[in-house]
């Protein structure tokens, strides 16, 4: 295969990375809203800017819809015509229906996250707490959309990369994945900036110990999920399904299906499993960075055993990383320059400041 080609399947890898932090920071403002939490009000409007991520993640899947042909086997017609299998699968991996569903999954995923930020900025201003509650009848209706779009999303980007191995817990995996690195990222912003000093001076053990215990539910929670997902299939042994697994067990893939294990798992939940740990805001940024790492290792994981039948690394998967952290970082100033860091106008934020457990 071409360097494009390369660049084309670790633009996937990119482009799915930067959809997992905007499309679960998203999350996560609604479920503070539908939840009616406190301790994370002060920290919504760092969600809020991570969402903002949506609009490179539209950017970079731009040039992927012209490349789809070297990428996906699915779309090669003399590949289908000869493929019961791809046949059957057809009426749904097919070019139009594919772009089709992306455009659909934006436009609504844009149109919640944007609804979400205006009433929060608007309430900055005049303390409406009508805004709040447009907010949460807006997060009832946004938590099932997410749930079905979300999995939809990974199965096209993502699983359908093997078009003749399917799971049904595929989509709840990278859901997981999604909302464990957006609540990371989230995570390092809240520290670092509360570290330098340009967060408000409530924060306390309480809060880190919050984003330190959900973490740690949410990293037990993903190993559960690619457990039970790897021991179904092993178990069933079945040759359409097993031959995923052991194309990620040979040819040096192995390692890095023994890195993501510890990286993703095992180190951190060491980790973070003592209360002291979870307070102590030096581990936390540790660990966020860590979290965000193993998420992209996975990615690469599930992406690239379709490009070379070994792990390959080299200027292309340098730049895409280092881009993505660029976007991030760029995207989050950008704003914060511009709007305040906490939502001043929320009626929840002096309890959120003054949270205790």
Request: hydrophobic residues 55%; positive net charge; proline residues 4%.
């Amino acid at each position: 295969m071409t360097d494009a080609n390369r660049a084309a399947f670790n633009n996937v890898i990119g482009f799915t990375f930067l959809a997992s932090i905007a499309v679960g920071a998203v999350f996560f403002i609604a479920l503070e809203y539908i939840a009616g939490a406190v301790w994370t009000t002060p920290f919504r409007r760092v969600l809020e800017f991570l969402g903002m991520l949506l609009i490179p993640t539209l950017l970079m899947a731009i040039p992927l819809f012209f490349k789809l042909h070297d990428v996906y086997h699915w779309t090669h017609a003399d590949a289908v015509a000869t493929d019961k299998i791809l046949q059957a699968k057809a009426p749904y991996l097919n070019e139009m229906s594919f772009m089709t569903r992306f455009v659909i999954f934006m436009v609504l995923w844009l149109a919640f996250y944007f609804i979400f930020r205006q009433n929060s900025l608007k309430q900055d201003g005049n303390k409406d707490q009508k805004l709040t509650k447009k907010n949460i009848a807006l997060a009832a209706a946004f938590i099932p959309v997410l749930a079905i779009s979300i999995s939809l999303f990974s199965i096209d980007w993502l699983m359908s990369l093997e078009p003749h191995w399917f799971s049904t817990m595929f989509g709840v995996y990278y859901f997981t994945g999604t909302i464990l690195t957006a609540l990371a990222v989230t995570t390092y912003f809240v520290v670092s900036l509360s570290q330098k000093g340009y967060f408000f001076k409530g924060i306390n053990e309480n809060h880190y110990y919050s984003f330190g215990a959900l973490m740690f539910g949410l990293l037990s929670f993903w190993a559960y999920i690619a457990f039970s997902q790897f021991m179904l299939i092993w178990y069933a042994n079945l040759p359409e399904e097993n031959f995923w697994y052991i194309e990620r067990w040979q040819h040096g893939w192995e390692y890095v299906s023994i890195a993501i294990t510890l990286i993703h798992f095992w180190i951190p939940y060491f980790m973070l499993v003592s209360r002291p740990s979870k307070m102590n805001p030096a581990n936390l940024k540790r660990m966020a960075a860590l979290l965000v790492f193993a998420h992209f290792l996975d990615l690469y994981w599930l992406v690239m055993p379709t490009y070379n039948n070994a792990p390959v690394f080299g200027y292309h998967e340098l730049a895409f990383p280092v881009l993505c952290i660029g976007l991030i970082i760029v995207f989050f100033a950008l704003q914060a320059k511009r709007f305040n860091l906490v939502p001043v106008g929320d009626p929840k934020l002096q309890r959120g400041i003054d949270f205790h457990l």
